[in-house]
């Protein structure tokens, strides 16, 4: 059974730098793509991230390029969202998800097979 399970969010001040971490379990192959989502308070989801579990290609939108960096370890099955000079509208639940049947950052986050349960993210000014 394919499990993702996020950590790392908190609190932080305008300007600090986090680091989420998403570990996977019950992969039998690295056909996959993992992304972060995160969802703020009356606002809908928003696809931050993507990387390829095979070739580690990566996907990041305009909205966060320069300060969110998506990587992962596959030897501990881990994806990591390193998000640097963090704003407040950065204030979310992050989410991790993963996309079964294919391993490339094409889709959409609603492509997304299986979640992680979030961790919250808060940005103080």
């Known amino acids: 059974q394919v499990q993702l399970v996020e950590s790392g969010g908190g609190l932080v001040q305008s300007g600090e730098s986090l680091r989420l971490s998403c570990a996977v379990s019950g992969l039998t192959s690295d056909y996959h793509a993992v992304g972060w989502v995160r969802q703020a308070p009356g606002k809908e989801r928003e696809g931050v991230s993507c990387?390829?579990?095979?070739?580690?290609?990566?996907y990041i939108p305009d909205s966060v390029k320069g300060r969110f960096t998506i990587s992962k370890d596959n030897a501990k099955n881990t994806v990591y969202l390193q998000m640097n000079n963090l704003k407040p509208e950065d204030t979310a639940v992050y989410y991790c998800?993963?996309?079964?049947?294919?391993?490339?950052?094409?889709?959409?986050?609603?492509?997304?097979?299986?979640w992680g349960q979030g961790t919250q993210v808060t940005v103080a000014s």
């Open positions: 998800a993963l996309e079964w049947e294919d391993d490339s950052c094409y889709s959409s986050w609603k492509e997304y097979d299986y």
């Open positions: 990387i390829s579990m095979s070739d580690g290609s990566t």
